[in-house]
Structures are given as C-alpha cells and as structure tokens.
C-alpha cells in the first residue's frame, strides 16, 4: 500500500503560471496550495519532491478529447483515456459528445457524468449543439448547463446549416455557455480522406481542399459578428483560417481558437506511404499551412493547445486510406510533441547555438498558457484548472521536465487505441508528476491510482 | 527477400531496360507456333480483382499462361470486401493457398502496396485506385521505343495526355516512366479534371485540345471514368467530347506520324472517335498485344527463375 499522504513539499522547483515564471517551493495540503514561498521548511510529514531543474505548472486542461465511452469501449474508455491524460500532464478533460449514445440530452448527460464518477481526473462533458449531431434540431441546452456543461459542439462535423448555427450561437448567449465549431463544409469536403493538394494528387487519393475550413470559419466569423455570442474554433488546421481568426479578434469580436499538436509538428508529406495513421480530420495540411499555423502561434492567435485525441482500434486503422477511420491518439505526448518541435525551430533560427540556450521565459510561459490556464477559461472550468500557483487555490499541478528527450514505444501507449503519429518523433519534455485537486496520481513519470 | 511491383517508383533505370529487354525476348515467343514456355512451371499466379476487369486480368492469365505457371482467379465485388479485415483475410488466405504471386487490383489508391506490406510474396499491382497501373506504363513505353525506334529511352517524345487525369493511374504511371525515359509531357483536360496541385508532376498543363495537336507525336487518350464521378465533375459526356476528343478532324491537324493511343477500355464517341481508334495512326490493338508480353516479363522477373528456362516447350 502506498502511504496516503496528505501533504507534499515540492522543492526547488521554477513555478510557471499566469503570474508568471519564478523560483518558489509548493506545500499542498487537503487538495490545496496553503503556500507558495522561497524556502519553505521541511517538516516530517511531508513528503517532499524535489524539483531542481523541473518545471511546476498549473494542470493541463484539454479541451478536445475523445474519451470513446460509452459506445466503443474497445478504441477507448473514460478510465484508460484518463490515464493517457495524467502521463501527459492534464489534470482536466473536456470529453467530446460524440459517443453513442450522442451526449445531447439531460438524461445522457446524468448518465456519461456518473460513468465518469471516479475517474482519475477531471471529465468535463461537451454537449452536443443539435440533436444526434444531425445539424437540425437544437438540443435542450440550458437544462443540460444546468447539470454543468458548459461547451456545446457538434465535433466530428460542422453544424453545416447557417441558420441553425445563427440559433444555437443567440440560445448559447442566453445561457452562458460556449459553442465550439468544427469547421468543415461537407460537400467541399467531398467525402475526401487527406489534405487536397501536391501529395493527394500524386498518391491519387481524394483530397480535402482548405476552403472546406476556410469558409465556414468565414461564415461562423460573420455569425458571431451577428450575434455577439462567443465562439471557439477547434482544431484551426490552415493558414488562411489562423489569418482570419486573428483578423476577427483585431475586431474585437469573442472568438477563441485552439490548435492541434500534430498540425503543428506534421504535414501532409507523411502520407506519401498511404499510413492510414496519419489520416485525421482536419487532414494534416501542407507544410507551408504548418508554418502559417507556428505564425499564429508566435502572434498569439491560438487560445489552446487541444490534443482532439481519437482513439481507434487496430481494425479501423488496418485497412486501405480511403477505408480508414480519421484520427489520432494525443493524450500523452501533446506537450512534449510542440515542445519537441519548438526546440528544432529554436535550433535553425539558432543553428550555431544548437539546443543551447532552450525556451526564454516569455517562450516558456507562452506554451504553458496555451495548455493551462486559457483553456480553462475557454472551458469556463478556471476556478479549478489552470489557478494561479498561490496560497488557497486547489491543487492541480503539473511537474516537467523541460530538457528530457524520448521516444515514444508502442507498450508505453496506455491507450485503448495505439494510432499515435509520433512514435519515430523526438519529443522533447517529460511530465513527471501530476496532482489531480492535491491527489498525486503521477509520480516519477509512473501511475500512482 | 522478395520483390514486388506497386509503383513505377520500384524500379531503378536499370531495371526498366532490364525488364523492356525481357518484354522483346517474351514477344519472340509470342511470335511462336507455340507461344508457351516452361519458365514459371510449378509456380502459382493468383488473379485478385476488387474491381471489375477483363483486359487486364487475361492479360495477365495470359501471360502466366504461355510460362507454363497454374493460375488461380479471385474475382469480388469490391462491395463485398469494402472492409479492411475482410481484405486482409481474403489475401492470406490466397497466400496460404500456396500462391507464389498475386496480382491485384483495387479501387482504393495504396490498397496493393498495403496488402503487400502483409504478404511474405511478391505482389503485381494491376491498378489501384486513382494510384498506379505500372504494367500498363511499362508496356506503353515498350510500344513507344518500337514505334519511334528510339532504343531504351524515349527521348524528345512530345507526349500529350488527354482527358480524366485526376482519376486515372494509367496516367500516374505514364507521366513517372515516359518522363524518366526522356519524353516531354502535356496534359490535356478541362481543369475539373486535373489535379489541382500539379507543383510535383513534371509535365506542362494545357486545357486545349486543339492547341497541342500539332506539337504531339503521342496523343495519349484517357477514358472518362463516370463511375468514379460521386459529383458531377463534367455536364454531360458530349460537353467533355466537344473540346477533348479525338475525331478525325482533330486527328487531321496532328502530324502524319502522330500516334494515338489508349488504355482501353474506349468509350467510342467519347474521348475518341471509332474512325480514329481504327486509323492506322492508332496503336491500341499493338498495346494489347505486347501487354502480354511485358507482363510475361514482369512475372518472370518477379519470380526470379532461371534463364535456362526460356528454351521452347516442345
């Protein structure tokens, strides 16, 4: 049995938040941060951890996971899904309405929250915005933000009808919760399996062409424009949407959006061997879309980092490109995935200074909001992930290792679901502790549940 | 360590003279009273076709046939096989059958190059999807050196190719191998048909038929897939026929030695006109023909056996 302790000392560590980035040592007690201070004494019944050269941040929240249960335990369930989430450092999920059932009732929504009772983290369910996520239809939003959800979205498809999408955006700001858009048209989608353009039309393969995001992002722009309802984009994949994201914010207009890592650190080139694994929707786009995306991310134009972690078993991922099924697993290697490709971008702007100076403190705290505390805020769960490190506020924190490099190998995968991108990617920072509400459940890069 | 054929990319330069050299020993043997040899005795070809086929399959049997190899026949409905544990079931069971070789085709690009990476035999690749058809490049191009005598390369060949490239490997094939040998590429057709992106294609892009004619010495005709259409990408066929086929007028303003050729099957009246396709200039019926015999060359190189093997049957 392992000792329930109750109080952890963190030592040593640089503490990294919306304050910003200093040296101070953590005492949490009963869920809580009861101090945050240079030089804090030890004491017996604490068990400490030392820090040195480690980076003590608020939780993760992730704003973009597939959680697969119910409906298809066999890609993923809400428990291995969560362990995915505490070996890369989250201490919150928000778990897409895409299962089957559809999370698009109050009924289901009692039912997914009490499957999540226990979980090792915390589930924050999405609900959808139509029934079925047909795009017809509004579901009974305020009754379900009545038992908490605070984001309604569609995923796995865009609300396709403009209008419907004018009326969930008015019901949304009646009641204070947020839509999250998938943007995709359909029929410019064209029933397509990867990004349109040099690679697709070299493999012959039917291609997805950018303007199928860009003009709903563009009509979802002009909707929120209409009716001042908040909006957040998922997963932003090209370089012309990021553009048109940041035109809208210049015009002041509520609008957030998040990005993925694997549309940060891939393209579309890597599916010049038909490996359905890198099939995913919004389809990996082409390199010149990737840099677009590093710009916006530079410029600030991206609110989150969001895994849009999507489990899939060996069968629907083992077949021919066309065939098979869109997504990728992200849980555990988000961070160390951009940080990994952060440092290779660090390292040509700096080829004489390869890998030698790491992030700046602007570079560090930058990153470390896009994966802690705006999410949370987009999520509207900010009172309890992504806090402050300061006295009084709960205790979900998250400790990396900045310089660790690895690899990702195949029985380290604790998902369902095996569909990661990155197993011949060097990922570069390791989560080696994670507290869930002052619980450890992550201790030296290992499970403690 | 086998070998397999999926792309045209497979094969080094070498090996394409490699296997034209072979094409020319196999047609001496078509030229025979008894056009079969034992090379491939005691061997197993397996025809599997997720996609309807007649050409190409007995060709392919053909050739299998005249090197003394028994053939087995899968013919599906790709419909029934659409799932990929029933293609992957469906392929290990022909290997466990004992086939020494499978030539497949598939309507989903990278269905053959993904069965391949499954299989411990070698696989022919007889088109799939909009990907690769790389026997029908292979066998063209032995049919362009013959026409225009130009040894193993096909240097300074105007080539045109017209019609539905964005869904035609025969063209992702073509464009790969005549390009490697020296021709000089155009493709012809309504932008709705071409790719969108073209940056890694080494070809010129016109959307006139008539303005490349005389600049042609290879009028190379596509069929207009319509079965592939989920959209109507085209009005109607006589839309398509107005601007991009080929009927003796247009023929007319090419050059004298100008060639046409197709990769069958022909929609008469559509990309080509009955009187062209049986013009003297048209090489169709002579791709057929050494269709079998570079596919001859192709088994024959794929199953590495002897050379001592190639004497007369009888």
């Known amino acids: ?449 | 360590m086998h070998r397999s054929l999926v792309s045209i990319s497979d094969l080094t330069d070498e090996e394409v003279t490699e296997l034209i050299d072979l094409s020319k020993v196999f047609r001496e043997v078509n030229s025979r009273e008894i056009p079969k040899v034992p090379a491939l005795r005691g061997k197993t070809v397996a025809t599997l076709f997720f996609e309807n086929s007649t050409r190409t399959r007995l060709s392919f049997e053909l050739a299998a046939t005249r090197l003394s190899a028994d053939v087995l026949t899968f013919t599906l409905g790709s419909s029934s096989v659409s799932k990929g544990e029933s293609l992957r079931d469906t392929a290990e069971t022909i290997e466990s059958l004992g086939a020494d070789l499978i030539i497949m085709r598939h309507s989903s690009s990278g269905a053959v190059g993904l069965v391949g990476s499954w299989l411990d035999i070698p696989l022919v690749n007889a088109g799939d999807g909009a990907h690769e058809h790389p026997t029908q490049a292979l066998l063209d191009a032995f049919t362009l050196m013959d026409q225009f005598e130009t040894g193993p390369r096909l240097d300074g060949i105007n080539v045109a190719i017209v019609g539905d490239v964005l869904h035609s490997r025969v063209a992702r094939s073509n464009v790969q191998l005549m390009s490697r040998l020296g021709a000089k590429i155009t493709l012809v057709g309504p932008p709705v048909l071409l790719p969108l992106d073209l940056s890694l294609w080494p070809v010129k892009v016109s959307h006139s038929l008539d303005e490349v004619l005389a600049g042609s010495d290879v009028l190379y005709l596509l069929r207009i897939q319509s079965e592939r259409f989920s959209e109507s990408l085209v009005p109607s066929l006589s839309e398509f026929a107005k601007s991009f086929s080929l009927n003796m007028e247009r023929l007319a303003k090419a050059k004298k030695e100008t060639v046409v050729m197709h990769p069958g099957p022909m929609i008469r009246g559509v990309e080509i006109t009955g009187e062209v396709a049986d013009s003297p200039q048209s090489l169709v019926r002579k791709q057929v023909e050494n269709g079998v015999s570079v596919r001859m060359a192709v088994l024959y190189w794929l199953l590495g056996a002897g050379q001592e093997r190639l004497e007369p049957i009888w």
């Open chain 1, 1 to 449: 049995m392992v000792a329930d302790y109750r109080k952890y000392l963190i030592r040593g560590g640089t503490l990294v938040d919306s304050i910003g980035v200093r040296r101070a040592d953590l005492l949490i007690e009963d869920g809580k941060i009861i101090a945050s201070e240079p030089g804090i004494e030890s004491q017996r019944q604490y068990q400490e951890i030392d820090a040195r050269g480690l980076v003590v941040s608020s939780g993760f929240v992730d704003l973009h996971a597939h959680l697969r249960e119910p409906g298809n335990e066999k890609s993923e369930t809400i428990r291995s899904g969560s362990q995915a989430g505490i070996l890369g450092g989250y201490t919150a999920l928000v778990a897409m309405p895409n299962t089957t059932p559809t999370i698009d009732s109050p009924e289901v929504v009692q039912y997914v929250q009490r499957l999540a009772d226990g979980a090792p983290l915390d589930i924050f369910f999405a609900g959808a915005i139509t029934k079925g996520r047909m795009g017809e239809s509004l579901t009974e939003m305020s009754k379900m933000a009545d038992l908490g959800i605070k984001l309604f979205t569609d995923d796995g498809t865009g609300v396709q009808n403009a209008q419907v999408m004018r009326r969930a955006l008015e019901f949304s700001k009646g009641i204070g919760v947020t839509i999250a858009q998938h943007c995709e048209d359909l029929e410019l989608a064209n029933a397509g399996s990867i990004n349109e353009g040099a690679v697709s039309s070299i493999l012959g393969v039917k291609g997805i062409p950018n303007a199928a995001e860009d003009v709903m992002v563009a009509r979802d722009i002009e909707l929120v424009r209409l009716t001042g309802a908040r909006l957040h984009f998922l997963h932003i994949s090209t370089a012309r949407s990021a553009a048109m994201v940041k035109m809208s914010k210049s015009d002041g207009l509520p609008i957030t959006a998040e990005v993925t890592p694997h549309h940060l650190v891939l393209s579309d080139t890597q599916l010049m061997g038909f490996d359905p694994v890198f099939k995913v929707n919004p389809p990996l786009r082409s390199n010149h879309d990737r840099l677009g995306l590093w710009d916006a991310f530079d410029g600030g134009v991206f609110d989150a980092v969001a895994t849009d972690h999507a489990p899939h078993h060996k069968e629907s991922k083992d077949t021919t490109l066309d065939h098979a099924a869109f997504g990728l697993i992200g849980l555990q290697t988000s961070f160390a995935a951009v940080l990994g490709e952060l440092h290779r971008r660090l390292d040509k702007q700096n080829p004489e200074d390869i890998d030698g100076g790491g992030l700046s403190d602007e570079q560090l705290m930058h990153l470390v909001s896009l994966f802690t505390w705006k999410p949370a805020r987009i999520a509207r769960i900010e009172k309890m992930h992504g806090c402050q490190l300061v006295a009084g506020q709960p205790a979900n924190i998250t400790i990396f290792d900045p310089k660790a490099r690895w690899r990702l190998v195949g029985t380290d995968v604790v998902s369902r679901s095996k569909n990661s991108p990155y197993f011949d990617t060097d990922l570069v920072g390791k989560v080696l502790y994670t507290f869930v509400n002052g619980e450890l459940k992550l201790k030296e890069g290992e499970l403690c549940l």
